[in-house]
């Protein structure tokens, strides 16, 4: 089982600054990995996929990047609705595994 | 639009068995994976299963593997979810899941759960 470990495990930003999520898979995933935007009572939401590749609808202040077994979702100019928590996730390997999440809030 | 719309959540017995649905509509079910994955309150997300467009093809993640059997019934754009021997830490919200393509365990939409709780 590939084990994704995510840090920081809380980040809290003021709106308008950056902020840098960390995905770290325990061996390497070929780029099949996703993050997703989970607020409390709702489902999750794709943000990225493949690494890099924005869902369709999400803004461009968040963008993803990395390869191999390390991995970054990175979120510009923070806006108030950007709080919640983040997962990452690979699809490459059998079982499918999510890190264990990042809570962001905001300031 | 994607919707995927969850039913048959509740309360069930330890050692009970449950079966839950998801209607799908929006989108040509019978080309997409389909998968169930659940979040426990206070948790993360737990991927729990998969299965192929023609249903041929599944995946199941250890913690339910015998237990648990994911089923579809593309006439009628329905993903199943078949429940056995339940205990606490079954207890969760269940999503539906259309996969991606080409990977199946690409999530791209997501219902909005189905709730299940495990006690006497």
């Known amino acids: 089982e590939i084990v994704m470990t995510q840090s920081p495990v809380t980040l809290s930003i003021s709106p308008g600054q950056s902020a840098a999520l960390s995905c770290r898979a325990s061996?390497?995933?070929?780029?099949?990995l996703a993050w997703y935007q989970q607020k409390p009572g709702q489902a999750p939401r794709l943000l990225i996929s493949g690494a890099s590749a924005r869902a369709t609808g999400i803004p461009a202040r968040f963008s993803g990047g990395g390869s191999g077994t390390e991995f970054t979702l990175t979120i510009s100019s923070l806006q108030s609705e950007d709080f919640g928590v983040y997962y990452c996730?690979?699809?490459?390997?059998?079982?499918?595994?999510f890190g264990q999440g990042t809570r962001l809030e905001i300031k | 639009e994607v919707q995927l719309l969850e039913s048959g959540g509740g309360l069930v017995q330890p050692g009970g068995s449950l079966r839950l649905s998801c209607a799908a509509s929006g989108f040509n079910f019978s080309s997409y994976g389909m998968s169930w994955v659940r979040h426990v309150l206070g948790k993360g997300l737990e991927w729990v299963s998969t299965?192929?467009?023609?249903?041929?093809?599944?995946n199941y993640a250890d913690s339910v593997r015998g237990r648990f059997i994911i089923s579809r019934d593309n006439s009628k754009s329905t993903l199943y979810l078949h429940m056995d021997d339940m205990n606490a830490e079954d207890a969760a919200t269940y999503y539906c899941?259309?996969?991606?393509?080409?990977?199946?365990?690409?999530?791209?939409?997501w219902g909005q759960g189905a709730l299940l709780t495990v006690s006497s």
């Open positions: 899941v259309k996969g991606g393509e080409p990977w199946l365990a690409l999530f791209d939409s």
């Open positions: 996730q690979q699809y490459n390997n059998w079982p499918i595994t």
């Open positions: 299965i192929s467009d023609r249903g041929s093809s599944t």
């Open positions: 061996q390497g995933v070929s780029g099949n």
